[in-house]
């Protein structure tokens, strides 16, 4: 890892009143795909803009345009040489095997596409200036096109060139932070944050993740996003099963994660909110609903000074722009409309999805953003999770 652009003994003190929400996008993400036939074929930070500003949720001064990082910021966490080469991959549109080989560019899922390196260093951008205003100012930042958790240092994972969450908490770090709680609620294990900082005891990281869901393993080691798996002790991993619904996330968010949170004291938190758990998503067996996320954020909201959310996996058009959507609301104290207004339902009406479940879509997809609540019993092996991470 790269040493600090800058450290700081402490951050300047924050002012008494916090300002309000912000949010933080840009429109690259509105023209830019991987490619058509793959799960990010989809639009999601457009479509989770377009509904909070059809709502009324979205005013100009909430409202930030991400920069992008340079290949210098970028390198505080990732590779000269591999930023170097996701660069020369935008500018040719090709890669050599050996590149291929070494950096995983044009392989594993992660493709050569027209912006392959402006749009994942974009996110990068907009995680770095929350976490800067957060250290100025303190207060809530949501970025929906962060939460990039399984990029590496030196090669692209699980469709991350750049890993953005990283990025940010090193800045956070930098700026003289001491106690940074990473929670990731992706269906996907966030294996690229939790490695990042396996021997750091500033930084705690939390990931409730589906239990034998890529990543399943490294290096041959079965324990990666274990319930015994803990880095070099500042991780706990909360593998939930197959089907996993409401009562059982809801029940490790009270029994495990804020205890731990209360326990490590932290003056920021990140969360990584990707909405691939939800019961609609193509990629996942998990089987929740929006509020059991919205729960979520709510829950984390009063814990620190500093709350980062961020995006993260989602591959269902409608769900994963409701759940975003939503969240904003969260973030922001906002009542949601039992039935949303026309300009709301026609953002929703106008998405296309070639997937098989998007080729009959519920009405509910186009005049809602609540789920109905996915309930169900608790399993003795979610029940037993809270005695196991809470065990010194």
Not at 21 to 45: D, M, N, Q
Not at 146 to 162: E, I, K, L, N, V
Not at 255 to 280: I, M, R, S, T
Request: with cysteine; aromatic share 6%.
């Amino acid at each position: 890892m790269a040493e600090p652009l800058a450290l700081a003994d402490r951050p300047p003190p924050l002012p008494r009143t916090a300002p309000p929400p912000r949010l933080i996008g840009h429109e690259i993400y509105r023209r830019s795909t991987y490619g058509r036939k793959h799960p990010l074929a989809i639009p999601r930070v457009s479509t989770c803009l377009d509904l909070c500003r059809a709502l009324g949720w979205l005013s100009d001064g909430q409202y930030l345009t991400s920069p992008q990082a340079t290949p210098a910021q970028l390198a505080r966490f990732h590779h000269p040489d591999y930023v170097a080469a996701v660069r020369r991959a935008e500018r040719d549109q090709a890669v050599g095997e050996e590149i291929k080989a070494r950096h995983q560019l044009g392989a594993f899922g992660n493709p050569i596409f027209p912006e392959v390196f402006s749009r994942p260093a974009t996110a990068c951008g907009g995680s770095i200036l929350a976490a800067e205003l957060l250290l100025r100012e303190g207060g809530i930042m949501h970025s929906p096109a962060g939460g990039t958790h399984h990029g590496r240092p030196d090669r692209a994972s699980g469709f991350c060139y750049f890993n953005d969450p990283v990025l940010g908490i090193l800045r956070l770090l930098d700026g003289g932070l001491r106690r940074v709680l990473y929670l990731d609620i992706d269906a996907h294990h966030g294996d690229g944050v939790q490695d990042a900082f396996h021997d750091d005891p500033r930084v705690f990281t939390v990931s409730l993740h589906e239990a034998g869901r890529w990543p399943l393993a490294r290096d041959g080691d079965p324990g990666l996003g274990s319930l015994a798996d803990r880095a070099g002790g500042q991780a706990r991993n909360l593998p939930l099963p197959p089907g996993a619904n409401d009562s059982e996330f809801l029940y490790l968010l009270e029994a495990a994660v804020l205890p731990l949170a209360d326990a490590f004291e932290p003056e920021a938190v990140v969360l990584q909110c990707g909405a691939d758990a939800l019961e609609e998503d193509p990629l996942s067996r998990l089987a929740l609903s929006n509020g059991a996320l919205w729960r979520a954020v709510q829950a984390v909201k009063p814990l620190a000074p500093r709350l980062l959310v961020l995006g993260g996996g989602g591959y269902n058009p409608w769900s994963v722009g409701r759940a975003w959507a939503g969240v904003w609301a969260m973030l922001n104290d906002l009542p949601i409309p039992a039935r949303l207004p026309t300009a709301a339902e026609a953002v929703l009406r106008g998405l296309q999805w070639r997937h098989r479940m998007g080729r009959n879509p519920p009405e509910t997809w186009f005049t809602t953003l609540v789920d109905p609540p996915r309930p169900g019993p608790i399993r003795p092996e979610v029940r037993a999770m809270p005695a196991a991470v809470l065990a010194p």
